[in-house]
């Protein structure tokens, strides 16, 4: 009985896949839809064309920005492995005002 319900399961993933395989559309090798190429060509200059370019002020004002923890007395860039707690974000000048100093590990900027 297990013989026989095995050797049926076989037979009809067999015919499932004969079908799967006898429906799918390929193209002969070494031909190449002409049309769907110039349109992904076409696609990929128009989305180059409408990246926005970053605005100077913007990133000086985010090369600015440091972070501090709640108890630290240092401040620290983003990838700092001191953040791993806290991380409060806060521009340069703020944070020399508030009398935190470089972290000697990140060396942010002074």
């Known amino acids: 009985m297990k013989r026989e319900l095995s050797v049926y399961l076989l037979v009809v993933f067999l015919f499932s896949l004969l079908l799967a395989v006898s ?4 193209q002969p090798a070494g031909q190449i839809d002409l049309q769907r190429t110039i349109q992904g060509v076409d696609k990929s200059i128009e989305q180059k064309e409408h990246r926005a370019e970053p605005v100077s002020d913007v990133s000086e004002a985010l090369s600015d ?9 240092c401040y620290h860039q983003g990838f700092c492995s ?10 340069l000048a703020e944070a020399k005002d ?8 990140c060396h942010p900027p002074e």
Do not use: A, E, W
């Open 82 to 91: 001191s953040l791993s707690r806290s991380k409060i974000p806060m521009s």
């Open 23 to 26: 429906s799918c559309q390929r």
């Open 65 to 73: 920005t440091v972070y501090v923890t709640h108890t630290g007395k």
């Open 98 to 105: 508030k009398g935190f100093r470089p972290c000697s590990r």
